[in-house]
């Protein structure tokens, strides 16, 4: 709004407040404006200025939900290392044969056959 001229920027103070009034806030499920008069807004905002304020919500709510993202991811995989241990502490180490070694190997499953009569 005032990067043309900076020197300028106070003329534009009352329609940037406003817009803050007439913008839903959810801590307080309301417009500040309602809140504090009991009644909408009845406004003319100047659209540039509320959507410079939806694009900075926008770009914060996107950064937050990415540095959510990488708090999660951290977290699970601490969680992972730390079940990995865990199960590794109750766990045999494979044996590790050589080439022409005699292996027995068991045969752990069973067959059960039904005969027909």
Do not use: C
Request: hydrophobic fraction near 30%; proline fraction near 3%.
């Amino acid at each position: 709004m005032s990067e043309d001229d900076p020197t300028k920027w106070f003329k534009h103070v009352p329609s940037l407040q406003e817009v803050l009034n007439s913008t839903f806030q959810r801590s307080i499920n309301t417009t500040p404006f309602e809140l504090l008069f009991g009644t909408q807004i009845n406004n003319k905002t100047d659209l540039r200025i509320q959507q410079l304020i939806d694009e900075q919500l926008q770009l914060e709510f996107n950064e937050n939900r990415e540095l959510l993202r990488k708090a999660a991811k951290t977290q699970i995989l601490k969680v992972q290392n730390e079940n990995k241990k865990s199960y590794n502490l109750r766990r045999n180490s494979p044996y590790l044969y050589s080439v022409k070694d005699l292996v027995a190997i068991k045969n752990a499953t069973r067959t059960w056959t039904k005969t027909l009569q």
